[in-house]
């Protein structure tokens, strides 16, 4: 054995053991990274990966979610190997750490398990690659859990892209339903079913219609508590996470919507300039509370991520306009740019055509 970690993994702490395979004292469940590995148990999830090399992301998300869903069964202590237990199995407990929402996976492995862990480029560049969000979705497949199909009403770049953003990182199935704003579709008779308020989004969830944002956003991670998004319920880190979910959809977010639509603010016309540069001055300052709170972060709760971030990005986003954009703040930026290359990020930004500078 070379070393142990715990990660926080489906509500738990998971001790993982890593080191030679062959080393498993066979108890538990084994993750079999060696080609050549002479040992089989039966509980052994099969990553074959040559010395040196790193794991296909298909074949990595298939362990991924084989673990997981090994895991939710029982308590099981769990080994993960490969010849001398640097390399390969530290890029696997990477990958783990990356499920656990940790920031910095490869650095974090290096720190708690072995200092030489992950060994070649392409080792840590398959876990920087790796999305949670279809491990998840692989993992729902593999416990047989039949996930409900989502619809997400939408504009792109409006307040539906942090959800957007949210469904992509649950690797749940959705449906994306565009409402044009251009033709005022969000004030038709049939969106104001939905919505009586004539805002996006809209998510429908089975028979449930929920509107405002940060409660869709509480729904989901309540709805996914496998994907870690939001801390413990009673925890302290939870109780931060309301926090930051209140602040920013009670005071951020109303600050931009007064500088997009300052006309909502004044009866005299003359007002709405001084209405817009105020909402800007006062955004500039909400942004310089968060940047020190940000601090060293990485994210607002820590070492890991949750779906405050999402929302903190997208704000961030919003704020490209601005004439000090929040993200060339440091602590904003660096938050910025780690999160606009996790894939679910990506993936929003490309399917709603929204392309950088943002940073
Ligand atoms: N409190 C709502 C506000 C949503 C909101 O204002 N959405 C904007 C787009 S970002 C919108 O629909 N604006 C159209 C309008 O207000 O007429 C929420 O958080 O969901």
Same mark, same amino acid.
């Given at each position: ?33 060696? /080609?050549? @590995? ?46 001398? *237990? ?46 949670? *969000? ?83 956003? +509480? ?16 925890? @302290? ?14 005071? +951020? ?15 005299? /016309? ?8 105020? @909402? ?14 940000? *601090?060293?972060? /990485? ?7 949750? @779906? ?10 919003? *704020? ?22 996790? /894939? ?16």
């Amino acid at each position: 054995m070379n070393g142990a970690v715990t990660l926080r993994l489906l509500g738990e702490d998971r001790r993982i053991t890593g080191g030679p395979f062959d080393s498993w004292d066979g108890l538990g469940i084994g993750v079999c990274l060696d /080609p050549g @590995a002479r040992l089989r148990p039966s509980a052994t999830i099969d990553l074959p990966v040559e010395d040196y090399t790193a794991p296909t992301q298909e074949a990595l998300v298939g362990a991924l979610a084989a673990l997981l869903a090994a895991w939710r069964q029982g308590d099981a202590v769990v080994h993960v190997g490969c010849r001398a *237990g640097f390399g390969r199995t530290g890029t696997f407990i990477a990958a783990l750490a990356r499920m656990a929402g940790h920031a910095d996976p490869v650095g974090w492995t290096r720190r708690c398990y072995n200092g030489e862990a992950v060994e070649t480029a392409a080792q840590a560049a398959s876990v920087a690659a790796l999305d949670p *969000g279809a491990v998840w979705a692989a993992y729902r497949t593999a416990i047989g859990e039949e996930a409900g199909m989502y619809a997400l009403y939408y504009y792109p770049d409006n307040a539906s892209t942090f959800i957007h953003m949210l469904l992509r990182e649950l690797g749940v199935p959705f449906e994306l339903r565009l409402v044009d704003r251009k033709s005022d579709a969000h004030n038709s008779a049939e969106y104001l079913r939905l919505n009586p308020l004539g805002q996006i989004p809209v998510l429908v969830d089975g028979d449930l219609v929920l509107t405002e944002t940060a409660a869709i956003a +509480l729904h989901l991670v309540d709805r996914h508590p496998e994907c870690g998004l939001a801390p413990p319920v009673g925890s @302290a880190e939870r109780a931060h996470f309301y926090k930051w979910m209140m602040y920013l959809t009670n005071t +951020l977010q109303p600050e931009h919507l007064k500088r997009a639509y300052p006309h909502r603010h004044v009866t005299n /016309p003359d007002a709405v300039e001084d209405v817009r540069a105020t @909402a800007f001055r006062r955004l500039d300052g909400m942004f310089d509370f968060i940047e020190a709170e940000l *601090g060293a972060g /990485p994210y607002l709760l820590g070492d890991t991520v949750s @779906a405050a971030d999402f929302f903190l990005l997208m704000l961030v986003m919003w *704020g490209s306009r601005m004439a000090r954009r929040p993200a060339s703040l440091p602590a904003i930026g660096a938050h910025a740019t780690r999160m606009l290359v996790r /894939p679910a990020v990506a993936a929003t930004l490309a399917a709603e055509g929204l392309s950088p500078p943002f940073v």
